[in-house]
């Protein structure tokens, strides 16, 4: 790790040489793993390593970004002389930020060495096991669409003018399986999934009952009367409607009038059954990192309290056109990215009754547990959305047989506030740059599309 920093420190020292005020040097590296099998075959088996630099540098007043993924401090004059070109062909209005802060840092790796350890040999076992288990739940199992196993290792360095030098370190391992069960003419599918840093705790017999469970759930599906109702969205219905709007809680999003919520800090969004909180703590929901894409340390926050939009999402930059304070929630999914902003582990604060307790509040109503078409039929600036959606229908607060072919409508905005209980059950969805998560969740004033 010495050897690096001193060579990213070479490269800041060459930015500032060549006319830049201050300089900043980023890199990333991964090494991912992944078979998928079908039939008792591998259909899929890669390995993969990518690993890049950015310099990025404040050349007056404008930021000059470059990348490469060739780590050749013969290269380095060429990083510096196109991030400088960049910088020149700018005319950003925006003051520009190069992070000056040294703060230490809590806690740098959420390495598992015993997972660095796990074979491919027991990777691939895995995944045949898993098919293996879909078939031995269930006779009506055809196939599956999808069985999957992998393992991800990602590294992050952070390197400036100011002397600030960060690093991060993480893994991860997942197992996923998609089985197609065959009932009369029909094919339903069911879906299971689990991210962990214990290798142990991928269980694939659970994992193919949990899948196999979930298309049986769908067996003799069908529409239900269109009205307006109450609707229950079960945590992965109402984990993809927050991440599908995640974006209205960025600063920098409502600065460019993108989100309803420019200047609605310390008013009330939603109702009080709602927190919603950003939360990089390490293993929540796996995205965590104790700094963010600027090298700003992280830290726990409720973006909404008890209904009360308490922040937006802030940069250094965004923080300083507010006359805020950033939140630490710079972005940077790869090296070659430039500073956005995004949550860490995002997710609606679970309430005290369990989700049985949920339906009863319900009455007659439905839960939607998937929604399909959120790119589509979703605006991510007003608010509306309407999709095509599957779940349960729920009478006299009771789960009640299989729905499909319905579209569920409403408004982002509207919903936070129309929601009337929210459940004990917080569950995350797969992760990428951040993770969301949701409870079960009891909304009014939707609209149910139906027959």
């Known amino acids: 790790m010495f050897n690096i920093l001193e060579k990213f420190e070479k490269l800041v020292r060459l930015a500032l040489d060549a006319g830049f005020e201050k300089a900043e ?15 008792g075959a591998i259909e899929d088996y890669r390995v993969q390593r990518r690993a890049g630099i950015a310099l990025r540098g404040l050349l007056n007043g404008q930021m000059g970004y470059a990348s490469t993924e060739v ?95 960060r690093t991060f370190e993480n893994n991860i391992a997942y197992a996923a399986v998609e089985p197609v069960l065959a009932v009369g003419e029909s094919q ?19 994992l193919a009952k949990e899948a196999v469970e979930d298309a049986v759930r769908y067996m003799n599906a069908s ?16 984990a993809t409607l927050l991440a599908t709007f995640a974006g209205v809680f960025s600063a920098d999003n409502a600065q460019k009038g993108l989100s309803l919520l420019n200047g609605k800090e310390g008013e009330s969004i939603a109702s009080e059954a709602v927190t919603i909180y950003d939360d990089p703590s390490d293993g929540l929901g796996y995205a965590g990192m104790p700094f963010d894409g600027e090298g700003v340390p992280t830290s726990k926050k409720a973006v909404v309290d008890k209904g009360v939009l308490s922040t937006l999402l802030y940069t250094l930059k965004t923080a300083k056109k507010a006359g805020k304070t950033t939140t630490g929630n710079a972005s940077r999914p790869s090296y070659a990215s430039t500073v956005g902003t995004a949550p860490t582990n995002f997710y609606i604060a679970s309430g005290a009754q369990s989700a049985q307790e949920v339906y009863a509040l319900a009455g007659d109503s439905v839960r939607i547990d998937k929604l399909m078409g959120t790119h589509a039929g ?18 006299e607060g009771k789960l009640d047989g299989p729905v499909e072919q319905i579209t ?44």
């Open 25 to 39: 040097v980023f890199a990333t590296a991964s090494e991912s793993f992944s078979v998928q099998v079908y039939e």
């Open 71 to 165: 780590d050749d401090e013969g290269e380095y004059a060429d990083l510096v002389a196109r991030a400088k070109e960049n910088a020149l062909l700018l005319e950003s209005a925006d003051e520009q930020f190069i992070y000056d802060g040294k703060e230490k840092l809590e806690w740098l790796s959420s390495v598992s060495p015993a997972l660095q350890e796990v074979s491919a040999e027991r990777k691939i076992a895995l995944a045949m096991e898993m098919e293996k288990a879909c078939f031995a739940q269930d006779a009506r199992v055809q196939r599956t669409a999808a069985c999957e196993v992998g393992t991800e290792h990602a590294s992050c360095v952070l390197v400036n003018s100011e002397g600030l030098h």
């Open 188 to 206: 339903i599918d069911g879906f299971a999934y689990k991210f962990t840093r214990n290798f142990e705790e991928l269980d694939a017999q659970a």
């Open 223 to 238: 529409s239900m009367p269109s009205g307006s109702m109450p609707v229950v969205f079960s945590p992965d219905a109402m």
């Open 378 to 395: 979703a605006n991510p600036i007003s608010g509306d959305f309407s999709l095509a959606a599957k779940g349960m229908r729920i009478r």
């Open 408 to 451: 569920v409508s409403g408004n982002f905005y509207s919903l936070l506030k129309g929601v009337r209980a929210v459940g004990n059950d917080l569950k995350f969805g797969m992760p990428g740059a951040c993770a969301v998560g949701a409870p079960t969740v009891l909304a009014d004033g939707l609209t149910i599309a139906g027959k």
